[in-house]
């Protein structure tokens, strides 16, 4: 099965809200990453946390580690149409080199 | 740059029929990966290559086949097409960290087995 499991599977808020996606993973990792995929494109690479760090920061995204709960969570804020995507999480297992990546959160801005 | 990039866009193959999907990047990257994206499945890994020479098996290998051409293109192949293979494909690569193997993907196949 699946390493990640993304929560919720879709998310729907005003433009303006902060927006918050949670993902669980299995096995301990290396890093976890996020990305986002806008309709009918490739992902993109978003942020990207190591094992030992709790919480990064880039502009409005903000992510968190939770290794003893084995779970990350992405808050978007101050949201915007622009945001309107689907957001994947991605966990680097220690010692492979690859990434599993959950099920994705549909999340969708409205003006 | 261009990127990852993938060809063709769009695919439409009968039951049996085979076909290449090709991947390139231009970006030295070492790593590289083929990926299927079929609806609430998130993405689920088909083969990776994770230098020239060598490739590996990934979650859901059964009835494809890669190939590592050169350290530029990785390309993925379909013997003999079954409805269950309609999916969206994508290619991604990963640059020469060590430890981070974030992916850089490219705008995917989409293909559909009639």
């Known amino acids: 099965s699946q390493q990640g499991e993304e929560d919720p599977q879709a998310l729907s808020i005003q433009e303006g809200e902060n927006a918050t996606m949670n993902c669980s993973y299995k096995?301990?990792?290396?890093?976890l990453q996020w990305y986002r995929q806008n309709s009918g494109r490739g992902l993109v690479h978003l942020i990207l946390?190591?094992?030992?760090?709790r919480e990064k920061h880039s502009g409005r995204l903000r992510v968190t580690l939770d290794t003893s709960k084995k779970s990350s969570s992405l808050l978007i804020t101050a949201s915007r149409a622009a945001d309107t995507a689907s957001y994947f999480c991605?966990?680097?297992?220690?010692?492979?080199?690859?990434?599993?990546f959950g099920q994705g959160t549909r999340l969708t801005i409205n003006p | 740059n261009a990127g990852v990039t993938q060809t063709p866009k769009f695919q439409v193959l009968k039951t049996g029929q085979s076909m290449t999907l090709q991947c390139a990047q231009d970006m030295n990257h070492n790593s590289m990966y083929w990926y299927r994206q079929d609806p609430g499945m998130g993405l689920r890994l088909i083969y990776y290559?994770?230098?020239?020479?060598?490739?590996d098996k990934g979650e859901v290998p059964n009835g494809y086949n890669v190939s590592r051409l050169n350290k530029r293109e990785f390309s993925l192949r379909l013997e003999s097409a079954a409805p269950s293979q309609t999916s969206v494909y994508f290619c991604a690569s990963t640059p020469p960290r060590r430890d981070a193997y974030e992916q850089y993907f490219g705008p995917g196949t989409r293909l559909t087995v009639t």
């Open positions: 096995t301990s990792i290396n890093n």
């Open positions: 290559s994770a230098s020239e020479g060598t490739t």
């Open positions: 946390i190591r094992s030992n760090e």
């Open positions: 991605a966990s680097r297992i220690q010692g492979a080199q690859k990434l599993v």
